[in-house]
T-cell receptor, first 114, second 113 residues
Framework: NAGVTQTPKFQVLKTGQSMTLQCAQD?????MYWYRQDPGMGLRLIYY???????DKGEVPNGYNVSRLNKREFSLRLESAAPSQTSVYFC?????????????FGPGTRLTVT | GENVEQHPSTLSVQEGDSAVIKCTYS??????FPWYKQELGKGPQLIID?????GEKKDQRIAVTLNKTAKHFSLHITETQPEDSAVYFC????????????FGAGTILRVKS
């Protein structure tokens, strides 16, 4: 099992460009999440999907959109990138969306917006 | 909403010593508290968790304690080893929106050999 995979690993964008971060899991998990990690701020939830066909906003959703393409895949889109979106992005999945389900994280995508 | 504060931000210990990381939370309805370890260049990985109906939980050299009255919980690592060097994150969830976690800012632990 590969677990949670993310592509790309690194990306540099210019302000105003768009891109989609891809995430896939092979653990047959129901719930998936997108976080961003910034120095001194821990991980902050951007969006999550409790189950296939549903998505909900997290703490910091502005400037992002998501698509739960199927049970395996959950993508994060930046429509018009801004320097404030420079961050490391992590995708995670858990077996269910209820309290206490262990979240399994991918290796991250380091995004720089110039 | 929930706010989680974590201290210290960095911690250096000698190999074999103990390390303690503390977190406080603001939402009294929070009832699930996991700890994640992040090694360089990798995603976080769950190392231990505790629910509000338990005051302490141990797993080999790692333990977590919870004080619901004071709204704080702590990670204890005994007999530290160089491979314990990593960033540690605490988190809290009240289950209102399923498995949404609010994370602390992280602690960089360095174990000197």
């Amino acid at each position: 099992n590969a677990g949670v995979t993310q592509t790309p690993k690194f990306q540099v964008l210019k302000t105003g460009q768009s891109m989609t971060l891809q995430c896939a899991q092979d653990m047959n998990h129901n719930s998936m999440y997108w976080y961003r990690q910034d120095p001194g701020m821990g991980l902050r939830l951007i969006y999550y999907s409790a189950s296939e066909g549903t998505t909900d906003k997290g703490e910091v959703p502005n400037g992002y959109n998501v698509s739960r393409l199927n049970k395996r895949e959950f993508s994060l889109r930046l429509e018009s990138a801004a320097p404030s979106q420079t961050s490391v992005y992590f995708c995670a999945s858990s077996e269910w969306g209820g309290l206490g389900g262990e979240q399994y994280f991918g290796p991250g995508t380091r995004l720089t917006v110039t | 909403g929930e706010n989680v504060e974590q201290h210290p931000s960095t911690l250096s210990v000698q190999e074999g010593d103990s390390a303690v990381i503390k977190c406080t939370y603001s939402d009294s309805a929070s009832n699930y508290f996991p700890w994640y370890k992040q090694e360089l260049g990798k995603g976080p990985q769950l190392i231990i968790d505790i629910r509000s109906n338990v005051g302490e939980k141990k797993d080999q050299r790692i333990a977590v304690t919870l004080n619901k009255t004071a709204k704080h919980f702590s990670l204890h690592i005994t007999e530290t080893q160089p491979e314990d060097s990593a960033v540690y994150f605490c988190a809290a969830s009240n289950g209102e929106y399923g498995n949404k976690l609010v994370f602390g800012a992280g602690t960089i632990l360095r174990v000197k050999s």
